[in-house]
């Protein structure tokens, strides 16, 4: 059984707690959230933060915070923080990089969302990839458009980032690229031509999420990807209990296709990342 990444998004930027009262917001329920969802055998976590209010946010300290618990109570688990837009200061969406967590998103071009563009410019970009690059954060790059793999190809060939980036298709949102199989088919294509070291997954937007996993799946993908981020539903009539019951839905379908959850160590070594997050090391070098 060839292991599989299961990725949870634990927050995101757009789900309220009205529309599921379980969805973590503090950086407390995001920690409670995250290792329960670890516990269900979640290996990589992708991280947004929010205000008080519930609106998004890049302040650092939120992110340190959940960073902290993470790494205390989901031993080896992936860290993976969000630059993306919606609701943040371009200026400020890198700014919580020099915490160095395992990996972060980056969009490598603007697309159309269902009531604003999300705007990534070519400047912003550069900017976000040469961030990474100086605090040792391996990308992942988020594919809304085909011509975001060529935005991918571009930052490799300027030397921004190695040939081997982690890329994710992102598939269900309105005005954006359709849950179609046969645009998956084309996304992987142009992919293995474009970027053919490149690890993949794809994710599935609200009613979608269970679907797209199980084409990634049936096309051997490296990874899965599920979350309150993404869906807040386990069926149409009902609200998912948390990201941990998300997890366990897609272990099922795991199975069903005849893999397993990746370990944490495994899932590293399929990223090819760090076997601790920076921070871990430096605290090791602190205390030596």
Known sequence: MRPCVVAVAITGSVPRKSDNPTLPVTPSEQIESTHEAYEAGATLVHIHVRNA???????????????????????GMIIQFSTGGRGRDPSQRGSALSLRPDMASLSTGSVNFPSIVYENGAALVTTLASSMQTYNVAPEIEI???????????????GLMGPAPHVQFVLGVKNAMPADEHVLDILLAEKQRILPEATWTAAGIGRFQTTVMDWAL?????????????????????????????????CEHLAAAGRKPATPLQARQMLGLRPESASQQAALKVSG
């Open 144 to 158: 809304f458009d085909l011509s975001h793999i060529h935005g991918a190809r571009r930052l490799i060939d300027e």
């Open 53 to 75: 209010d519930e609106t998004p946010s890049s302040d650092p300290a939120r992110f340190a915070a959940v960073q902290d618990g993470v790494q205390r109570y989901c031993p």
């Open 218 to 250: 049936a096309r051997n993908a490296d990874a899965i990807r599920t979350g309150l981020e993404d869906n807040i539903r386990i069926t149409r009539d009902r609200l998912a209990r948390g990201n941990a019951e998300l997890v366990r839905v897609a």
